[in-house]
């Protein structure tokens, strides 16, 4: 089984900060990698696909990248309607995803 | 637009039984893949089965093969997870969620949930 890791658990950021979120695969994944943010008692929506391809209707601040075991979610420049948990998702073998990472007001 | 609404959630007692259904709408049901994502109160997500297209593929997680059946009727639109043998750690956000446009993909749209609860 693909086991997933997000860190940091917890990130506390403010209105316009860059923020990264780092997502490691237990085994090359290539590149079949998703990020889903979630609000508080609303449903995972899904944000980046393909490790890198921004899924349709998504803001451009949010960026992706990596490939094989490693990694990131960016968001350029945090909006308050961005704190929110966000997961990645890998899709190689089954589907896997991470414990999760608060994006929290600082 | 794709609308997915789940159902069927509420207080079942352990090793009971339940079905939860989700109804869909907004695209052409019958040519996607479905799963069922569910996520404990407070935790993360956890995939846990998934169905073809034409409904003749059917995968689950470790967690719940052998209890949980996974089933569409692609001439409602509707999908099935049929739990039997249930457990208190079954307690969770049941999500429907269509997956992309190939097998495999992530999932692009999900219903709001229904609380499913395992408890004496």
């Known amino acids: 089984d693909v086991q997933m890791t997000q860190s940091p658990s917890t990130l506390s950021a403010s209105v316009g900060d860059r923020v990264t979120i780092t997502c490691r695969a237990s085994q090359s994944i290539s590149r079949w990698l998703a990020w889903y943010q979630q609000r508080p008692g609303k449903a995972p929506k899904l944000l980046i696909y393909?490790?890198?391809t921004l899924q349709s209707g998504v803001p451009s601040r949010f960026s992706g990248s990596g490939s094989g075991t490693e990694f990131t979610l960016t968001i350029a420049s945090l909006q308050p309607d961005d704190f929110a948990t966000y997961y990645c998702?890998?899709?190689?073998?089954?589907?896997?995803f991470g414990q999760g990472t608060k994006v929290e007001i600082k | 637009e794709v609308q997915l609404v789940e159902s069927g959630g509420g207080l079942v007692q352990p090793g009971g039984s339940r079905t939860l259904s989700c109804a869909a709408s907004g695209f052409t049901f019958n040519t996607y893949a479905m799963s069922w994502v569910r996520q404990a109160p407070g935790k993360g997500l956890e995939w846990v089965s998934s169905?073809?297209?034409?409904?003749?593929?059917?995968y689950y997680a470790e967690s719940v093969k052998g209890r949980f059946t996974v089933s569409r009727d692609n001439s409602e639109n509707t999908l099935d997870l049929q739990m039997n043998r249930l457990r208190v750690e079954d307690t969770a956000v049941y999500f429907c969620?269509?997956?992309?446009?190939?097998?495999?993909?992530?999932?692009?749209?999900w219903g709001p949930g229904t609380l499913l609860t395992v408890s004496s």
């Open positions: 393909l490790a890198s």
């Open positions: 998702q890998q899709y190689n073998d089954y589907w896997t």
């Open positions: 969620a269509k997956m992309g446009p190939n097998w495999g993909s992530p999932f692009d749209s």
């Open positions: 169905v073809s297209g034409r409904g003749d593929s059917t």
